[in-house]
């Protein structure tokens, strides 16, 4: 095996790379992006409108809720399976050891978390005022909340530093068009 079959073998690889690349943008550009923009739409939608609450509440329940089929699955429903998924950290291994390392780098997911618990707040917020006659109960809710949502935001302070940082470096040295948000 000469120099040339090596270098035709890399040139190879770089193109079946370079076509999977491709493939994988094409499907989350054109099927996956579009999927959330839509449902983050429509539920939003749902919230303003009477009408499109009242012709898709049963549905959009459907979909958070069911349960999956798959075994395995520990019988969670779709939206928990999802979320649960989504903020799953990072952890790596020591190849040498074979051992999980503790998370050392700020993970973005720390954000996905921070942004779960201030709307969760915020939520409550609102849910506690309607809930509650006693004001003292409602405060003494949010005041618990309110420690879990400071927590969460000093955890994901490095990953937001962190994101800010890539994200002007990105930008600054990116060639490629960033995807549209597609709402």
Known sequence: MGQEDIDAGRSSLKKM????????????????????????????AMQEESYIRG????????????????RGKDNKSIFERFIAASCTLTVSEDHRTK????????????LLLD?????????????????????DSRDELLAEMKTATRRTGEFAHKA????MT??????????SVRRPALF
């Open 17 to 44: 790379k370079a076509s999977l690349n491709k493939r994988k943008v094409d499907v989350l550009n054109k099927h996956i992006f579009p999927a959330m923009a839509n449902l983050t739409v429509l539920v939003e």
């Open 55 to 70: 012709k898709f509440e049963n549905d959009v329940r459907q979909l958070f809720l069911t349960k999956s089929s798959k």
């Open 99 to 110: 051992e999980k390392e503790k998370i050392l780098a700020p993970d973005w997911r720390l």
């Open 115 to 135: 942004i779960m618990q201030r709307t969760i707040y915020r939520k409550m917020d609102v849910i506690a005022k309607l809930k509650f006659d006693s004001p």
């Open 160 to 163: 937001k530093m962190k994101e």
């Open 166 to 175: 890539d994200g002007a470096r990105r930008k600054k040295h990116s060639k």
